[in-house]
């Protein structure tokens, strides 16, 4: 039987895998668990992977060349997640394995997650709980609505799209920027970064992490919005400049919104989630059993797939996937898709 490794570590399982997928990935292959509370470092990873034919990696789970290398029985790298990008697939190509990704099951969550933030941020929620917390009830101050606001969504993949329809939902002029056409609809139009930075009250950052997206909101970004703008970011941490961020901050920003940054597991830097003017959370926007199972079951499926002989959906380096043939249902194909 097909012997499957699943990196994920045990505090996150539940979260990030949960026991539906589990039960499904023990009807079709032998399963092990990584049992550790922690992300297993390379060597204790290649240990754990002595005897298996396949590896389920949780989204922390880097996929270097010595991994390839040391592991000859690994045949698939099946990543929980769509981000891949520290998975050496050039490299795993070169060793015959194969690399998959699982696709976006969070539009939903994430996207109900930034209209919530923009409705803390204007209306000052978390930082009323806060302090009746702590014993120290704020004076109530005038707050902000949603409805007649603009918000600027900078990026328009499914999340950015799915944002607009909510923002325009709740009675929002919708401004996008993104390089490909956007076709207006109602309040939404497509504008050049300069006016959207220049006309949002709520600025959301949705982009592609990419080279020349790095550090997209700098210091000239935060210049260019309105004073008293609020900032939202659901995307990736480098994609901003965090010392120009919380210069920002001391400054005439409004205020922040982060689910992401650059502390491990691109969850929000300390230095900016304790700036009194951040609402910030642990990278959780698309943390919802639906989003979750979504990924889990979908790199179970890719799994049932390839024990039938089929090069399964996600798929990212199919011709490169020589390794497969040691799987019986490959073993007799000469498809150029294993090799």
Same mark, same amino acid.
């Given at each position: 039987?097909?012997?499957?490794?699943?990196s994920?570590?045990?505090?996150?399982?539940?979260?990030?895998?949960?026991?539906?997928?589990?039960?499904?990935?023990?009807?079709?292959?032998?399963?092990?668990?990584?049992?550790?509370?922690?992300?297993?470092?390379?060597?204790?990873?290649?240990?754990?992977?002595?005897?298996?034919?396949?590896?389920?990696?949780?989204?922390?789970?880097?996929?270097?060349?010595?991994?390839?290398?040391?592991?000859?029985? @690994? %045949?698939?790298?099946l990543?929980c997640?769509i981000?891949?990008?520290?998975? $050496?697939?050039? +490299? &795993?190509? *070169?060793? !015959?394995?194969?690399?998959?990704?699982a696709?976006?099951?969070?539009?939903?969550?994430?996207?109900?997650?930034?209209?919530?933030?923009?409705?803390?941020?204007?209306?000052?929620?978390?930082?009323?709980a806060?302090?009746?917390?702590?014993?120290?009830?704020?004076?109530?101050?005038?707050?902000?609505?949603?409805?007649?606001?603009?918000?600027?969504?900078?990026?328009?993949?499914?999340?950015?799209?799915?944002?607009?329809?909510?923002?325009?939902?709740?009675?929002?002029?919708v401004?996008?920027?993104t390089?490909?056409?956007?076709?207006?609809?109602g309040?939404?139009?497509?504008?050049?970064?300069?006016?959207l930075?220049?006309?949002?009250?709520?600025?959301v950052? @949705? %982009?592609?992490?990419?080279?020349?997206?790095?550090?997209l909101?700098?210091? $000239?970004?935060? +210049? &260019?919005? *309105?004073? !008293?703008?609020?900032?939202?970011?659901?995307?990736r941490?480098?994609?901003?400049?965090?010392?120009?961020?919380?210069?920002?901050?001391?400054?005439?920003?409004?205020?922040?919104?982060?689910?992401?940054?650059?502390?491990?597991?691109?969850?929000?830097?300390?230095?900016l989630?304790?700036?009194?003017?951040?609402?910030?959370?642990?990278?959780?926007g698309?943390?919802?059993?639906?989003?979750?199972?979504?990924?889990?079951?979908?790199?179970?499926?890719?799994?049932?797939?390839?024990?039938?002989?089929?090069?399964?959906?996600?798929?990212?380096?199919?011709?490169?996937?020589?390794?497969?043939?040691?799987?019986?249902?490959?073993?007799?194909?000469?498809?150029?898709?294993?090799?």
């Amino acid at each position: 039987m097909t012997t499957v490794f699943v990196s994920h570590p045990q505090d996150k399982f539940e979260h990030y895998f949960g026991q539906r997928a589990l039960s499904a990935l023990r009807d079709v292959a032998d399963v092990r668990l990584n049992e550790t509370p922690h992300e297993l470092p390379l060597p204790a990873l290649v240990d754990a992977l002595d005897g298996c034919d396949a590896l389920i990696a949780y989204r922390g789970t880097p996929g270097p060349e010595t991994l390839f290398a040391q592991c000859p029985r @690994l %045949a698939a790298f099946l990543r929980c997640a769509i981000d891949i990008r520290t998975v $050496d697939v050039p +490299a &795993a190509g *070169r060793h !015959g394995v194969l690399v998959t990704q699982a696709s976006a099951g969070f539009v939903a969550a994430v996207a109900e997650w930034v209209i919530a933030a923009m409705i803390d941020l204007g209306r000052g929620i978390s930082r009323y709980a806060a302090a009746y917390h702590a014993g120290w009830p704020l004076a109530p101050f005038m707050g902000r609505q949603l409805r007649g606001a603009t918000v600027g969504v900078v990026g328009y993949g499914q999340i950015g799209k799915a944002v607009c329809d909510l923002a325009q939902a709740c009675g929002m002029t919708v401004l996008v920027t993104t390089p490909e056409p956007v076709a207006a609809h109602g309040s939404r139009r497509q504008v050049a970064l300069p006016e959207l930075l220049q006309d949002s009250d709520y600025v959301v950052c @949705l %982009a592609p992490a990419k080279p020349e997206t790095h550090h997209l909101f700098n210091a $000239d970004t935060f +210049a &260019a919005m *309105r004073p !008293g703008s609020f900032f939202i970011n659901a995307a990736r941490g480098e994609l901003v400049d965090e010392a120009a961020l919380l210069q920002a901050l001391d400054g005439p920003l409004g205020g922040a919104a982060l689910d992401v940054g650059m502390a491990p597991d691109q969850m929000p830097s300390l230095r900016l989630a304790s700036h009194p003017k951040v609402v910030a959370t642990p990278h959780i926007g698309g943390l919802t059993p639906p989003a979750v199972e979504h990924q889990s079951m979908e790199t179970v499926t890719q799994l049932t797939a390839l024990l039938r002989g089929e090069i399964p959906t996600g798929a990212v380096n199919a011709p490169d996937a020589r390794r497969l043939r040691q799987w019986p249902a490959f073993a007799d194909t000469a498809d150029s898709t294993a090799g």
